[in-house]
């Protein structure tokens, strides 16, 4: 049986819904059956989807908000109080390609704040129901930046290693409450992610797309896995990565990704 039909008629809400690899969780999740908070910033973006999804009858709502604020979360949970959100998708995020000394101090502060400051805090505002209803699915984007540190991203890698160390520690915490939490890992995905962090120059042309990492995202979540790699090279670069000594993988890394003057 399709492990995805678990999620027919519940309601999931999917943070960063407005590009890339929100958008593709977004629709993934409704092909499965699901009901779809949408929040972000760019509220035309998700009226956009919004009209696409509520076409195939999907029940949408859109909660705008900027992730950066720290009284947005409990904005969201307090627009959401009369559903019952049964699927949190932690996808909001950024990063930042760029020595450190010289790079954009609020777009590293917000790397903090976006990828983990309000994943925590929209994690412990959902849970609390969650677990009280025994049921419960809640997905955490790590990334493949997790499994060792970046030299010239270095505050996005440390971000996703915070997420995937998070997300991997509550899913044993609540696993016998009935909630499944998944740690979802891509390499470089199609998304606006690189026009954003600057690191297109490093990601090389081959990338997966949302679509694909979305589709198996949400397949993992629904089978309860733990940590989702979605693709195999990336799988046998996690490997080599936790393997190799973190002096070694910084040294060949900062020489590989040294920005040209
Ligand atoms: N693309 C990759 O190669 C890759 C690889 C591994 C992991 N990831 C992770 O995947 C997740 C999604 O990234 P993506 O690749 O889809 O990037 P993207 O296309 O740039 O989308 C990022 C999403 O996050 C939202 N967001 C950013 N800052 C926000 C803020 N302050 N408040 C609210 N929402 C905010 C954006 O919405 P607004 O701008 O409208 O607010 C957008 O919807 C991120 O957590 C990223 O770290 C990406």
Known sequence: MNPNTNFKGKWALVTGASAGIGVALAR?????????????????????????LRASGTDVRIVAADLNDPAAPAAIHKTT???????????????????????????????????CEAMVHLTRLYLPAMVERKRGWVMILSSLASYQP???????????????????????????????????????????????SRAGAIS??????????????????????????????????????????NRIVTFFVERGTRPQK
């Not at 797309?209 to 670069?237: C, D, H, M, N």
């Open 81 to 115: 109080a009369d559903l019952a959100i049964e699927i949190l998708i932690n996808n909001a995020g950024l990063g930042q390609f760029s020595p450190f000394h010289e790079c954009g101090l609020e777009q590293e502060l917000s790397q903090v704040r976006v990828n």
């Open 28 to 52: 993934e999740l409704a092909k499965a059956g699901a009901n779809l908070v949408l929040t972000a910033r760019r509220t035309d973006r998700m009226e956009t989807l919004a009209a696409e």
């Open 204 to 245: 090389g042309s081959k990338r997966q797309s949302a679509e694909q990492v979305a589709a198996r995202g949400v397949r993992a979540l629904a089978r309860g896995k733990r940590t989702i790699i979605p693709y195999a090279v990336g799988r046998f670069i996690g490997f080599l990565s936790w393997l190799t000594p």
């Open 150 to 196: 970046l030299p010239y991203l270095a505050t996005y890698a440390a971000t996703k290693a915070f997420d995937r160390f998070f997300s991997e520690a509550l899913a044993a915490e609540v696993s016998q409450m009935g909630i499944h939490v998944t740690a979802l890992c891509p390499g470089p995905t199609d998304s606006e992610f690189f026009i954003v």
